[in-house]
C-alpha cells in the first residue's frame, strides 16, 4: 500500500487496532452489566494493546528456520495472539471465566478457553493482515531508509 515497508506503522496500525479491540472488549462488558474489577478491564485494555504490539514485531521474523520457508506475517500474528491468549487464560482463567460465563451462561470452563483462544487467534489473524497491508512485512520493515551513509 505504501512504497516502503516501515516497522512503525506495522507497530502503529497493530497497537490501534488492539487498542479498538480492547475498547470494544469493555463496552460489550458494560453494556452486558457484568460484574467486572476497574483492574480486569484495565488489564484488558492494555492485554489487546501489548498483542498488537508482538504482531507488529512477529511480522519482521517471517523467515522460518526450521521448516527453511517464510511464514506470512498474518498467519505468524494469529499464532502468537492465540499462544499467548492461551497462557493468559492459564493464568488467570479464573477473571476470564466469569467474564465469559456472563456472557455464555451454559457453556463450561474449557469451552470458554477454547473460545478465548479462538478470539486470540482471530484478532492476530486480522490485526497481521492490516498491519502487513499497511506496513509492510519481512526484513525491510526493520531497515533503515534514511541517506545512504
Not at 497497537?15 to 488489564?43: E, H, M, P, R, T
Not at 506470512?72 to 466469569?98: A, E, V
Not at 497491508?133 to 534514511?146: N, S
Request: proline content about 3%.
Amino acid at each position: 500500500m505504501f512504497s516502503k515497508p516501515s516497522l512503525l506503522r506495522r507497530g502503529i496500525t497493530a497497537k490501534l487496532f488492539g487498542l479498538a479491540f480492547g475498547l470494544l472488549c469493555l463496552s460489550l462488558i458494560s453494556w452486558l452489566n457484568l460484574n467486572v474489577s476497574f483492574v480486569v478491564q484495565f488489564g484488558l485494555i492494555l492485554w489487546c494493546i501489548t498483542l498488537g504490539g508482538l504482531v507488529a514485531l512477529i511480522g519482521v521474523l517471517n523467515y522460518h528456520p526450521l521448516l527453511k520457508s517464510s511464514m506470512p506475517s498474518w498467519f505468524s500474528g494469529g499464532f502468537i495472539c492465540g499462544w499467548m491468549n492461551l497462557l493468559l487464560w492459564l493464568i488467570g482463567g479464573d477473571s476470564l471465566t466469569s467474564i465469559g460465563q456472563g456472557l455464555f451462561p451454559t457453556l463450561g470452563s474449557l469451552f470458554l478457553g477454547v473460545g478465548f483462544v479462538a478470539i486470540g487467534v482471530a484478532f492476530g489473524l486480522v490485526s497481521g493482515f492490516f498491519a502487513t497491508l499497511i506496513g509492510g512485512e519481512g526484513p525491510d520493515a526493520a531497515r533503515d531508509y534514511r541517506v545512504d551513509k
